[in-house]
């Protein structure tokens, strides 16, 4: 008995599966507990892959038993959000659009994971296909923040943001489109990082903004997420998609280089909006001079572009998410209305019966904004905006190698407490500039809030394919923090034990 | 100008979303409370400012060879669908009887 | 209705063609490594990608973007060397994402011409000074080409349940995915064709040009190669344009020519009765000759059209253009003209011999073969005797040319030894001499026959003195007969006729 797997690193569960410490199969039933324990507060998981799980660690042992090298997440328990494809589990996306939809094939950013050895557990909770920061538009059920249930995890990627918080799991996948890695990440207190665009493939992720999203991991330690990284880009360049990039490298190697001398960025004008909670505020003000005590120039440099990105995100990822789902017809997979007379009935009543509200909302705004004579005041400008987004983010990187700023103007909130569509999308605005630019972000937990006793993540931000620089960063700022490893206290070894 | 109840009536007809007459009192709100949101952008000084269609910078010509990839075996492809005949999906009348769809 | 030729003299028809032609050639889909499907049963070859499964990226063919810049720098158009892919929306199951990969304002080539040589009776069609016609009629049209873009094709859709196959009346439809993603390349001109002539010689000269470069099998008949038209009417002077008809099912060179024609007396007839030509697209029926209407446009489609994400932008290089067009084949004009320059051949001839390039290939490894002497004998074989045969090589082309050449076979008998050796291996030398269809050519024993024949002929001989020269015809036979068929008939004819005017 090693004690609760909760408390162990990623690199801890593999180099104690490689070295036969415990057996990848130990591991698994540890969490495969933790989950039967646990996961009935957070409900974190849509399905768990018990058969997979097993499947996958006795390949990882008996690999051992052979005498093969194993991979540097060997037998550690990842679980992915369900937008992702993984043969041997219906790929959801919390909608009954997917409800009856197994994976035909399987993603490449979870094979890559499987393929540096780790166990899957399963498939998370999110919003349905994306489109929330609350993951309460699941058809299925909302999920529970792991430091208070009646609180949402935040979202889309609440449920793989839960799953870690809790210790079901070490490491998860989640995809963050305007902030759903780091959003939730920050309301959990965990680190979520959205790497740059590009560096992960999005093959056999349900698309729901094709130049937005990206895939990225979630853990409880900066060395987690970087670990999960190397197996994310490993390999190099994705050949099925498109818009990937070989970003293949050691993550790891820089974590533990000082920040001495180098200049970390803050923005006046974002500390002083409306509707930032002041215990986020001093928190990320907090934040800034533990980077400073470490040895960072903390400098004021603007975005002044950034006030016009919630237009421009909303119009793009409209648009792109009316374009995606498209698909979703009944025809050839998905939810279909049984007892039509015509092709037209069953597709509208499909869709109209498939989809909860939110994805409707979003597809019937993108119909229109797409719509010839609309499509220039909009989509186009919102394109343009881009462009203005991307060179002011040019001009901040030209002085500062990171820029500190919330992930989330509040805590996490009560379920059902903000109700209004429109008022939530506000609330995205830390992230979502980030999204339209491309570059890489990372949510890192620096305290619990002296309000609310929720924890608190600050967001930094790094220039694009500055990834790895990005890390070295977020793990100061977690050394400085003392937030390394926590799981919600609610939650500490309950079950799962090694 | 606001968006009518007939306006988004048939851009739920043309994206195959059947709305009931609440949804559609619904949608429209929405609708119209979303478009003030994004309204911003239309005033914009964007004059001679390119678009970026792609995030991707200089990424461009990304291409594969032409080889034959194994795809899907006829089980694996109808596996999900919910109507098909034979080898093939199936989908019911595309013309109602008597009219257009 | 009146007469095409008719209604032409008043009105002035403005043509425009959609040309769409699937890269069959091609080994895999546009957008996925799926195999082209040719005869596949349904569902045979689909993946995520092609079935729009979700999660699913597309990443384009390379080949297929070489083969359109081929198609391109073979039509005189330009290189447009950033370019994007678009998607275009709309909800029909035979496109399984519900929008199309194509592209947008930019395609991969753009503005270019191929110019029609038009001759013989369709020339005549063409009125008035808007080209510059020769003395014998015949002129040169130059017609501009728009855009070549690329697109997907849609999968086959199989209604039932009505009558033949169509939408009407079926009570459910199947869909075979196959053929879905398969490259095409969409060719749409300017409106500069006038006759329903001229769209058929540029559809085919267009088909003989994709052929050379190898891009695609260009059936008509199995829809590798699919046309539409767009036509319009004004009086002639007019310079405003009319409203114009979109036909649709031109499925063969005479379908394409025969529906426009009926179009064009369709709208004049619609006009001159005081009525007006309505914006719509109609279906060519050829088994009634007619056009029948299959929907009226009142708005323009909305297909929401956007670049696609997924898809990186396009920015050809100078390298990327030369290699494609190092790769490109003598095209049919450059040849045709070579085989008038060469070989002396005539236009018309050389035309037929280049339209396949196959048949081009085969005659040019002929004519290495053969005197300089049998090349007029060789050309005549080409073109008269050899497409009647599916499998005959260049030997026995050779030899059979070369034994017309020197007056030892007829041609009819030149078609019976090739119906011999037709898909055989068989020497056509060997064949002739074995059954003695060797003509005999020598003046002494051939004399012989025709002394007989003239004594055995006489009121024949006697019809000839008073004037009637025909009968020489008879008078060969007659001595063809006593040969049993050995002796040559020019031969026959030549000393009979030096005999009698003895």
Known sequence: MMGSLDALSARQIATGVTRGDFSATEVAQASLDAIASRDGKTQAFLQVSEELALAAAARTDAARAAGERLGPLAGVPVAFKDNMNLVGTRTTCASRMLEPYESAYTATCVQRMLDAGATPLGKLNMDEFAFGSTTDSSAFHPTNNPWDLTRVPGGSSGGSAAAVTAGEVTLALGSDTGGSIRQPASLCGVVGMKPSYGVVSRYGVVAFGSSLDQVGPIGRRVEDVALAMNALTAGGRDRLDATSRDCTQDYLAHLEDPIEGRAVGVIPALLEAEGLAPEVRSAIERAAHKLADAGARIMEVDLPNMASSIAAYYVLASCEAFSNLARFDGVRYGYQEPGCATLAEQSSLSRAHGFGPEAKRRQMLGAYLLSSGVYERYYLAAQKVRTLITADYQRAFAQVDAILMPASPTVAWEHGAISDPAALYLADVYTISNNIAGNCGISVPVGLGTDSGMPIGAQLQGPTFADASLLTFARALERACDMEGVVAPAFVGKGGEL | MPLTREDVAGIAAYARIALTDVELDEMTAYMNDAIALLDPIIDYDLDGVEPTFHPTGDLANVVREDTVVAGLSLEEALANAASIRGRSFRVPAILAVGGSA | ?502
């Open chain 3, 1 to 502: 209705m009146r007469r095409l030729a008719d209604v032409l003299e008043d009105w002035e028809a403005v043509i425009g063609l959609e040309v769409h032609t699937a890269l069959t050639t091609l080994e895999t889909k546009m957008l996925c490594g799926c195999r082209l499907s040719h005869d596949d049963e349904p569902n045979a070859n689909v993946c995520p990608i092609c079935l729009g499964m979700p999660g699913a990226l597309p990443v384009p063919n390379e080949k297929a973007i070489e083969s359109i810049v081929m198609a391109g720098l073979a039509t005189n158009c330009e290189v447009m060397r950033r370019s994007m892919f678009y998607r275009k929306h709309y909800f029909y199951p035979d496109m399984a994402k519900n929008f199309q990969t194509t592209q947008g304002p930019v395609a991969f080539v753009m503005h270019g011409h191929l110019d029609l040589e038009v001759s013989g009776e369709g020339a005549c069609e063409r009125l008035g000074a808007t080209v510059d016609k020769r003395p014998d009629g015949s002129y040169v049209a130059p017609i501009r080409i728009l855009r070549i873009h690329m697109e997907e094709d849609a999968a086959k859709m199989n209604h039932l349940g009505g009558a033949e196959g169509r939408i009407g009346g079926a009570s459910e439809s199947l869909i075979d995915y196959n053929r879905c993603g398969t490259p095409l390349i969409e060719l749409v001109t300017e409106p500069d064709l006038r006759t329903p002539e001229e769209a058929r010689l540029f559809m085919e000269k267009l088909r003989q040009t994709f052929l050379a470069l190898g891009i695609s099998d260009c059936s008509m008949e199995k829809g590798s190669m699919r046309c539409d038209g767009n036509v319009s009417l004004r009086r002639r002077g007019d310079t405003h344009f009319g409203t114009k008809t979109e036909l649709k099912n031109l499925n063969s060179f005479k379908s394409l020519h025969d529906a426009l024609a009926y179009e064009i007396c369709r709208q004049a007839e619609v006009l001159e009765e005081g009525g007006a030509v309505r914006q719509e697209t109609r279906h060519w029926e050829p088994s009634r000759r007619r056009t029948v209407v299959m929907r009226v446009k009142e708005t323009a489609d909305d297909y929401r059209f956007f670049p696609d994400p997924d898809l990186a932008p396009f920015d050809l290089s100078d390298e990327f253009v030369e290699r494609c067009r190092a790769r490109m084949p003598e095209l049919p004009d450059a040849r045709r003209d070579r085989y008038m320059t060469t070989w002396g051949l005539r236009r018309l001839d050389a035309e037929k011999l280049v339209a396949d390039p196959a048949t081009a290939s085969f005659f040019e490894a002929v004519a290495a073969q053969v005197e300089p002497s049998v090349m007029p004998t060789l050309v005549n074989v080409m073109v008269n005797l050899v497409p009647a045969f599916a499998a005959l090589d260049e030997a026995q082309v050779a030899s059979v040319s070369g034994l017309l050449a020197e007056d030892a076979l007829t041609f009819a008998q030149a078609r019976e030894v090739f119906e011999l050796v037709d898909g055989t291996d068989a020497d056509p030398v060997r064949v002739v001499d074995e059954r003695g269809m060797r003509q005999s050519t020598d003046a002494d024993a051939l004399g012989a026959i025709v002394d007989e024949v003239l004594e055995r002929c006489e009121s024949q001989v006697q019809q000839y003195h008073d004037g009637n020269e025909k009968v020489v015809g008879f008078l060969v036979g007659q001595c063809m007969r006593a040969s049993k068929g050995s002796g040559n008939p020019k031969m026959f004819n030549q000393l009979l006729v030096r005999r009698l005017e003895a």
